[in-house]
């Protein structure tokens, strides 16, 4: 081990990712190059569940808003009915969601 490597944290030991929460944490990633701690995954479905955290919803698609323990940003996250689908783009949400409210205006 080099002295620029990052330690293995503990938490980490027996811990288990199931195949389902693979595309967000990989997007997660890519998106706003953010890695979760052992238990922060934990505290994002929460916030989810808790449904304090709904930024738009559009037919059977919810996108929350919400900030991951540990993060300096919000994250954009879209769950169909209850379940974590993907880690939208940070503009992305943004953007959609001012196309509903001027949909929802009537203006175009």
């Not at 990633?29 to 890695?35: D, G, L, P, S, T």
């Not at 954009?76 to 880690?87: D, H, L, P, S, Y």
């Amino acid at each position: 081990m080099t002295s620029d490597a990052t330690p293995f944290d503990p938490r980490w030991d027996g811990a288990f990712i199931p195949d389902d929460h693979w595309h967000f944490l990989r997007r997660l990633h890519e998106r706003y190059a953010v890695v979760l701690a052992p238990g922060e995954f934990s505290a994002v479905l929460a916030a989810i569940k808790a449904g304090k955290s709904v930024y738009y919803r559009k037919a059977d698609t919810t996108v929350h808003w919400i900030d991951p323990p540990g993060s300096v940003c919000r994250i954009f996250v879209a769950t169909k009915r209850g379940r974590i689908i993907t880690v939208l783009a940070p503009g992305h949400a943004k953007g959609e969601r001012a196309r509903l409210i001027r949909a929802k205006r009537g203006a175009h």
